[in-house]
């Protein structure tokens, strides 16, 4: 069957540490990832997207991998601040689906001062 | 930046009664959605609109939903009799016609609220 898994736990980290947050599928061949922010009460943001045939993107404090053998995707903070505090959420999206997105629970992240 | 507005940002409604929510999607984006998120839940898909119908629709978007764009702007989400169980919030996403990433551009959201 077909699912797409996130860190069911919440993370709490302390300020300044890295976060890593990972993304998991099975049966779907994504062309791309996409790694979006919400916060409570609020639409999800889009953060970063990386492509099928990318390792790494990185954009400012974020890190992003791609790993298509394993299935996964690992979504990284570093100096993580209590502003970064919120649900994660990744997506899988390829041109075949009908431009649908796939998306993941989430993962809660709080960053403590 | 660009934005996706919606409205009402929250509403109470009786069971059975229609709902309209609205959104204005951003100006050059074609390809408009609704999702639904019940608290503590994963965001669920309801239908994608391209090209002034329906391209994709999930097993809830059954006959008491609607979606139309009655003009150039503006993209509504109609529920025709709702239910204790449509109690969620509703958001509007636009994007671009690309040959690329689908990124998604999410409004604030629509709380409805069912008694």
């Known amino acids: 069957s077909q699912k797409i898994e996130q860190n069911s736990e919440a993370l709490n980290i302390q300020e300044g540490k890295t976060a890593t947050l990972t993304c998991n599928y099975t049966?779907?061949?994504?062309?791309?990832l996409q790694w979006y922010r919400q916060d409570p009460g609020r639409g999800p943001v889009f953060l970063l997207l990386?492509?099928?045939n990318e390792k790494e993107k990185r954009k400012e404090r974020l890190k992003v991998t791609f790993d298509t053998t394993l299935k996964q995707s690992l979504f990284h903070i570093t100096a993580s601040q209590p502003a970064d505090s919120a649900t994660y959420l990744c997506?899988?999206?390829?041109?075949?689906?009908?431009?649908?997105?796939?998306w993941g629970l989430g993962t809660s992240l709080a960053v403590n001062p | 930046e660009p934005e996706v507005t919606q409205t009402p940002s929250h509403q109470v409604t009786q069971m059975g009664q229609e709902v309209i929510l609205r959104c204005v999607p951003i100006?050059?984006?074609?390809?408009f959605y609704w999702y639904r998120q019940i608290l503590g839940q994963k965001v669920e898909f309801l239908v994608s609109?391209?090209?002034?119908?329906?391209?994709?629709k999930s097993e809830i978007f059954d006959d008491q939903f609607s979606v139309e764009r009655p003009d150039g702007s503006n993209f509504t989400l109609k529920i025709r009799s709702t239910k204790l169980e449509d109690s969620a919030m509703y958001f509007c996403?636009?994007?671009?016609?690309?040959?690329?990433?689908?990124?998604?551009?999410f409004g604030a959201g629509s709380r409805l609220t069912v008694l």
């Open positions: 990386i492509r099928e």
């Open positions: 996403a636009s994007s671009e016609l690309s040959s690329g990433a689908n990124v998604l551009t």
């Open positions: 100006s050059n984006h074609l390809y």
């Open positions: 609109f391209y090209n002034n119908e329906i391209s994709e």
């Open positions: 049966n779907y061949s994504p062309a791309y």
């Open positions: 997506a899988l999206d390829w041109a075949g689906n009908n431009r649908k997105l796939i």
